[in-house]
């Protein structure tokens, strides 16, 4: 049976740069051509097992997630998935519902079945990730971040809170108000950062009661706009920081015939219609972006081709962009 260094005698090249091309990470086009006629002449299969016990770990990872029925985590995940398979690595998908206990639950799990890596969605600002740092194991924290140093692929929340409030603004709104997530989600408090700084730079109000926090699902974006619409001065606008509350706010809107408020703004593409208004402004994420650049870390801090940890701002502003997938070795 032949081995790596057998391939990489043939081919006239590193037993290191035969890896790479087995497992698609990048190298000159003219050695991964010389490398897979090696390859192929000499019938060659990468030894897993033997991958494994080298590693330290398995050829599984897990990918944890506050909400997996929203579909900002759907695409978010298909993007993990789509990087991990090519990879040779497979996914456990665990969802938190946003509750700490569950996910602390699922970090045992990772811990105790020797996973080779986690991509995670905090449900809070502390996961308990110690276990898996000081096992070596790689850890990508995705959307929400946090203060532990691992990877991290988050977007420019507070970007896209400015960028919500400025399309009311230009559409001649002064009173936007603006429901977010809870207090204690980056994501959260982030976006009514952006929200409060380009209300303030048009001149206008961005005071406290104008600003409410729920949780990030259809129920607290329904009950924040209820509370909103019932106040004794209703803001003329409202900006919703992710796409399940957007649906909660339009729900109150269809409810009360949309007369009260007429200027809506969404974070993220809503999942389904809600209402008859058509003029709603909607700032795109491309979750689906986030989760191959999450996984592409993962792989890439599993082949210990990473030093320090890194934090990539994703920007969601920017077209669609080929992002190079590096396997596992």
Same mark, same amino acid.
């Given at each position: 049976?032949?081995?790596?260094?057998?391939?990489?005698?043939?081919?006239?090249?590193?037993?290191?740069?035969?890896?790479? /091309? *087995?497992?698609?990470? !990048? @190298?000159?086009?003219?050695?991964?051509? #010389? %490398?897979?006629?090696? $390859?192929?002449?000499?019938?060659?299969?990468?030894?897993?097992?033997?991958?494994?016990?080298?590693?330290?770990?398995?050829?599984?990872?897990?990918?944890?997630?506050?909400?997996?029925?929203?579909?900002?985590?759907?695409?978010?995940?298909?993007?993990?998935?789509?990087?991990?398979?090519?990879?040779?690595?497979?996914?456990?998908?665990?969802?938190?519902?946003?509750?700490?206990?569950?996910?602390?639950?699922?970090?045992?799990?990772?811990?105790?079945?020797?996973?080779?890596?986690?991509?995670?969605?905090?449900?809070?600002?502390?996961?308990?990730?110690?276990?898996?740092?000081?096992?070596?194991?790689?850890? /990508? *924290?995705?959307?929400? !971040? @946090?203060?532990?140093?691992?990877?991290? #692929? %988050?977007?420019?929340? $507070?970007?896209?809170?400015?960028?919500?409030?400025?399309?009311?603004?230009?559409?001649?709104?002064?009173?936007?108000?603006?429901?977010?997530?809870?207090?204690?989600?980056?994501?959260?408090?982030?976006?009514?950062?952006?929200?409060?700084?380009?209300?303030?730079?048009?001149?206008?109000?961005?005071?406290?009661?104008?600003?409410?926090?729920?949780?990030?699902?259809?129920?607290?974006?329904?009950?924040?706009?209820?509370?909103?619409?019932?106040?004794?001065?209703?803001?003329?606008?409202?900006?919703?920081?992710?796409?399940?509350?957007?649906?909660?706010?339009?729900?109150?809107?269809?409810?009360?015939?949309?007369?009260?408020?007429?200027?809506?703004?969404?974070?993220?593409?809503?999942?389904? %219609?809600?209402?008859?208004?058509?003029?709603?402004?909607?700032?795109?994420?491309?979750?689906?972006?986030?989760?191959?650049?999450?996984?592409?870390?993962?792989?890439?801090?599993?082949?210990?081709?990473?030093?320090?940890?890194?934090?990539?701002?994703?920007?969601?502003?920017?077209?669609?962009?080929?992002?190079?997938?590096?396997?596992?070795?």
């Amino acid at each position: 049976m032949a081995r790596i260094k057998d391939v990489a005698f043939l081919a006239g090249v590193s037993t290191a740069t035969v890896s790479r /091309v *087995v497992n698609g990470v !990048a @190298v000159r086009p003219e050695l991964v051509e #010389v %490398v897979r006629r090696a $390859v192929k002449e000499l019938n060659y299969t990468p030894d897993r097992t033997a991958r494994s016990l080298r590693r330290g770990a398995g050829d599984v990872v897990a990918l944890i997630l506050p909400d997996i029925e929203n579909p900002f985590f759907t695409s978010l995940a298909r993007g993990v998935e789509d990087v991990a398979q090519s990879a040779r690595l497979s996914v456990v998908l665990c969802n938190t519902d946003d509750l700490v206990a569950k996910e602390e639950r699922y970090l045992k799990i990772a811990e105790r079945e020797n996973m080779a890596g986690v991509v995670i969605a905090p449900a809070g600002p502390t996961p308990a990730l110690g276990p898996l740092i000081e096992r070596g194991r790689a850890i /990508v *924290v995705v959307d929400r !971040a @946090v203060q532990a140093r691992v990877d991290h #692929v %988050v977007l420019d929340n $507070v970007a896209l809170g400015g960028r919500g409030a400025r399309m009311l603004i230009d559409r001649g709104f002064r009173r936007i108000a603006c429901v977010t997530g809870p207090l204690s989600t980056s994501t959260a408090r982030e976006r009514a950062e952006g929200w409060r700084a380009e209300l303030r730079h048009a001149g206008l109000s961005a005071d406290d009661e104008l600003l409410v926090y729920a949780d990030f699902r259809v129920d607290g974006g329904h009950e924040a706009m209820a509370h909103l619409a019932a106040t004794t001065r209703p803001p003329d606008a409202v900006l919703a920081t992710n796409n399940l509350v957007g649906v909660g706010v339009l729900q109150v809107l269809a409810e009360r015939g949309g007369e009260q408020l007429v200027g809506v703004a969404v974070i993220g593409e809503l999942p389904f %219609v809600t209402s008859r208004l058509a003029d709603i402004s909607v700032v795109p994420l491309r979750p689906r972006d986030m989760g191959v650049s999450a996984a592409t870390m993962l792989v890439e801090r599993i082949n210990g081709l990473l030093d320090q940890p890194r934090h990539v701002v994703q920007d969601s502003a920017v077209a669609d962009a080929a992002i190079g997938v590096v396997a596992q070795l």
